[in-house]
């Protein structure tokens, strides 16, 4: 329960529509797009600017009362679920595209900003703004840098710490802090803006980012590489990048995956392919006819099946809708589907897959794994049933292998879809306590009271095994 | 103190309020899990764009008919008014990766709170009234077009404004009252007879659904689809016995209602012996094609229902693809040469995210000769019509409809089309309202075809 005197002035900064602490607010609240998490706030906000965020903040920090800051709840790691009470801060209303900033390629945006409404924005400007997370069109911008969100496009062209350059962010003291800004160049003591871009709201609240922006591609062209063998698509992800070519694509389906993908899409795809390989290539046109030529010549000296190459933009369509079906698949196959997210040096992708199909045959689970290979990213997903508690527990220990696996490929826990709460145990065990104790002290030193998201990043104690299931 | 819970099984709650326990029995619990909580649906939702509050959103709703089943949060007012915030437009749908089937969970959820709630929902009186009283009866159906008509014809009408008697209602009742067409007692049957012959060679046989408010205030479009129909070679009959589809009913919960009307129609359909059953009204249609699952649970009625769902198609979709297509052209203006016609389309949400024919609408639009077919930014998204959504919910159907009229009005087109009575109406209430400079006029798509066809053939 808030104070009766915080909420009231609570209400007073923002306004009696928005601020609620109704059970209808309450509940819709109580979730993210995390499996199986829920957990009640007190009250929901929705700042309209900068000065409210702070005002809020001061209020909520002489009461000791944490606050939650959400973009569309779309993160998968439980980041927006407010494990310990306290208040929903909603970002949504803060949404509109400050400045456009043509001489410098700069865009300066409020972070509530739908992600897909701030592309197209920048698309009609003839610019471009790489970072595209499956979800971009319902995460906002704040989301992804607070998760640093990753893309189909990461390979060629980075994630979101690559695009951000200045932000503003409101302490937990109700302090405003500027960090960065247009420059290209600033060495001017700690790099505050990636120290922020990540942190999952746990350090600041982003109030306004500025960000880079690149002159478009002027070419895409799009390639199919089905494989019998998965290590032959291995192979070709390694000799790609060994040529000296960078796709601006480079993503990953697993048999269980193609499986699944044609029955629900009827692409007419080989069932008994081991691996599917999806690569784009944007840039200049010659620059792009050269690659790709150069990309299905590696693909079939290491023995692809089938290579398509999409001659218009109608063909590309159908072929990259293979990956984008992949989760809309899966998804339909059970009630519940938990889309993890392990990452390993792009050499090892084909010990990995391995690795989690055989995990999945010994626990008598399905995961099917798809994911981004060019940089090593995949993500096996499970279908299940939460209500099958016996078959929730051998997904959870089938994960713990597979984790326990990534790691020993000289991977990590998460490659894009950040820690938050479901992933808070394993830290340490991938930055280890060394690591784990400065990153303590940074949080000590942004928010000593612990009111910023708290039991997200950190956890009470730290484990080796992965644990789906909270309760 | 960690707050964290699990969610798992369909819990062994106990619920000791009556609707918490109507809706933990009715709600459909594989679809309540179905839903993955991914968000995706949020921007498709007109009540979440208005209000940017995710109790007005999909994802929202669900989460709290999930709370209500789960044991962990009371039906309260608040949470019915939310189920009837819902513009039941299903534009969510479509979008949604796991499939979650939001229309059944909105109408189970509506249909629990119509047995147990006390009654508080708005003007359940006066729904009461139309829905058992007169829609389901055709006779009833007459008679109102018989009054409405001599109201409207009378001078009763001029009176009435006159008189400011009007102003004794709520302002949107005074809005749609002006906007309402002539009604009359004289429908497509006592118009143009119960058989009407395919021009040509026949390709099908077809049944015309002809609906309750669409014979009564839109006699002319029902005759018109028929005249469309016979001329791309379809025979058509008007199955006398037919009844009021019970959409309204199944959209405001009253399901055991529309089942009776379901199971009258298929009765009266099935007796025509039809290859396909034509509607031109997307929120009957969308009831009408989901026949086979409102009666899914009747053992008797299942088969009956899936043969009738499946011979169910939109007036447009049955001409674009399986009929042939008439030559429309636009008649020549005054100096011999027209100008060319802008015309927009409104899509009729059910028509679009129910029948999934959104496509043959703009196929046929663009067939036409000398016209210019302009989309407006966002046509998917509702008007704010809703069946009677905007009766009960005024304050945000009249939201949604501002926002709806800006796009249209950014089209500039002369004619703004649509395949529904209910977006009929609310578009004219629309340009009424917001329109820019009287330009536009709002048509049903038949109408528009039908006038164009004519002219062609003089
Ligand atoms: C189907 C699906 C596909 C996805 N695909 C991808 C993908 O390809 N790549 C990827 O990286 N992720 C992906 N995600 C995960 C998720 O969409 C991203 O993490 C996204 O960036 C979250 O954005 P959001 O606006 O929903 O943020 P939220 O989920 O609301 O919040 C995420 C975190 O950011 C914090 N936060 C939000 N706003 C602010 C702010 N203004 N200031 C400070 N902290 C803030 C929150 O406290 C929370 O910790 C996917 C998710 C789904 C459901
Ligand atoms: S899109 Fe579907 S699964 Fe996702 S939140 Fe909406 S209803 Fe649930
Ligand atoms: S039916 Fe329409 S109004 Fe209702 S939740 Fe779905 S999109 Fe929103």
């Known amino acids: 329960m808030i104070h009766p005197e915080a909420a009231r002035r609570l209400r007073a900064i923002v306004g009696e529509t928005w601020y609620r602490d109704d059970q209808e607010a309450l509940v819709a609240h109580s979730y993210d797009a995390t499996p199986m998490l829920q957990s009640m706030p007190d009250g929901v906000i929705y700042p309209s600017s900068t000065e409210q965020v702070s005002e809020i903040m001061k209020v909520l920090s002489e009461h000791g009362i944490p606050v939650i800051s959400r973009g569309s709840a779309s993160n998968l790691c439980g980041g927006t679920v407010p494990v310990q009470g306290g208040v929903v801060m909603v970002m949504h209303r803060m949404n509109r595209i400050l400045e456009v900033d043509l001489e410098n390629l700069t865009a300066t945006v409020q972070p509530g900003i739908i992600t897909a409404e701030f592309t197209a924005h920048i698309e009609s400007f003839g610019l471009f703004y790489p970072p595209d997370p499956g979800s971009m069109r319902i995460s906002t911008i704040g989301g992804n840098i607070a998760e640093c969100s990753g893309g189909l496009r990461g390979l060629k062209y980075g994630t979101t710490k690559d695009y951000v350059i200045g932000l503003e962010a409101v302490l937990a003291s109700g302090e405003v802090i500027r960090t960065g800004g247009k420059l290209m160049k600033d060495v001017a003591g700690y790099d505050l803006t990636k120290l922020l871009i990540g942190s999952e709201g746990t350090l600041a609240i982003i109030t306004e980012a500025t960000l880079k922006l690149v002159p478009p591609p002027k070419a895409k062209k799009t390639m199919l590489a089905m494989y019998r063998d998965l290590y032959g698509a291995a192979r070709t992800v390694s000799k790609i990048i060994e040529s000296r070519i960078i796709p601006a694509t480079l993503e990953f389906l697993d048999n269980p995956t193609i499986r699944v993908v044609d029955d629900f899409a009827k692409l007419g795809l080989p069932l008994d392919m081991e691996a599917i390989l999806l690569i784009e290539q944007d840039g200049d046109p010659e620059t792009v006819e050269r690659d790709i030529a150069r990309i299905t010549e590696i693909c079939e000296s290491e023995h692809a099946d089938r290579v398509e190459v999409a001659a218009t933009r109608e063909e590309a369509e159908k072929l990259l809708t293979a990956r984008r079906s992949a989760l809309t698949a899966l998804a339909r196959l059970r009630p519940t589907t938990i889309l993890e997210d392990a990452t390993v040096p792009r050499s090892k992708i084909a010990d990995m897959v391995l690795r989690i199909n055989e995990i999945a045959r010994k626990h008598n689970v399905t995961i099917a794994t798809f994911g981004h290979a060019g940089d090593g990213n995949l993500h096996p997903t499970a279908t299940t049933d939460a209500r099958d508690r016996d078959e929730i527990h051998r997904v959870e220990e089938a994960f713990a292998e597979i984790f326990e696996a990534s790691i020993e490929l000289g991977g990590t826990i998460t490659g894009e879809h950040g820690v938050g709460l479901v992933k808070a145990p394993y830290l340490e065990w991938r930055v280890g306590p060394a690591g784990l104790g400065v990153m303590k002290g940074i949080k000590q030193a942004f928010d000593p009271h612990n009111l910023l998201n708290p039991g997200k990043m950190f956890a009470k104690e730290t484990r080796k095994r992965v644990v789906v299931q909270h309760g | 103190m960690d707050k964290l819970t699990a969610e798992s099984a369909k819990p062994a709650v106990r619920h000791e309020n009556p609707l918490a326990r109507a809706l933990a029995e009715k709600l459909n619990y594989d679809q309540l899990t179905n839903c993955m909580r991914c968000g995706f649906c949020l921007p498709a939702c007109p009540t979440f764009k208005e209000t940017g509050m995710e109790p007005e959103s999909p994802r929202g709703r669900i989460a709290l008919m999930k709370a209500v089943a789960d044991g962990l949060m009371d039906p309260d007012e608040a949470f019915q008014e939310q189920m009837y915030h819902c513009l039941g437009c299903r534009a969510c749908e479509p979008v949604c990766p796991a499939d979650v089937k939001y229309g059944q969970l909105i109408e189970q959820a509506r249909d629990s709170i119509e047995d147990h709630a006390d009654h508080s929902v708005p003007v359940k009186g006066l729904r009461k009234l139309f829905f058992d009283g007169v829609f389901p009866h055709r006779s009833r159906l007459k008679w109102l077009g018989r009054s409405l008509g001599f109201y409207q014809k009378s001078g009763l009408r001029r009176i009435a404004r006159g008189t400011g008697i009007m102003r004794l209602f709520p302002e949107h009742m005074r809005d749609m009252e002006r906007i309402l067409p002539e009604a009359t007692a004289r429908g497509v049957v006592e118009r143009i007879g119960a058989f009407y012959p395919a021009k040509g060679k026949m390709i099908a046989r077809v049944a015309l659904f002809r609906g309750c408010i669409m014979d009564v205030l839109f006699a002319e479009t029902n005759v018109n689809t028929v005249k469309l129909l016979s001329e791309a070679g379809f ?58 699952h409102l009666l899914h649970e009747d053992d008797d009625w299942r088969e009956d229902g899936a043969w009738f769902a499946s011979r169910v198609i939109d007036v447009s979709r049955l001409i674009a693809e399986k009929g042939r297509v008439p030559d429309f052209a636009e008649p020549a203006g005054e100096d011999g040469r027209a100008q060319q016609l802008l015309i927009t389309y409104q899509d009729s949400c059910h028509l679009r995210n129910v029948m999934k024919s959104g496509g043959a609408p703009r196929q046929l639009m663009n067939r036409v000769g000398n016209v210019r077919f302009v989309e407006m930014a966002d046509a998917g998204s509702c008007c704010g019509s809703a069946g009677i959504y905007n009766v009960t919910q005024p304050e945000m159907a009249g939201r949604v409809l501002e926002r709806k009229m800006d796009n249209a009005n950014r089209t500039e087109a002369r004619y703004l089309l649509t395949s529904n009575p209910g977006c009929l109406l609310q578009m004219k209430l629309g340009i009424e309202k917001h329109g820019a400079g009287g330009q536009m006029e709002a048509m049903h798509i038949v109408d528009f075809l039908a006038e164009r066809m004519a002219a062609g053939k003089s």
């Open chain 2, 235 to 292: 025979e058509v009959v008007i199955p006398d016995s037919q009844v009021c589809c019970g959409a309204l009913h199944a959209h405001s919960g009253e399901l055991g209602k529309a089942r009776e009307l379901a199971r009258s129609n298929i009765r009266a359909f099935k007796e025509a012996g039809v290859d396909y059953i034509v509607s031109n009204a997307g929120g009957c249609g969308a009831l009408l094609i989901e026949y086979d």
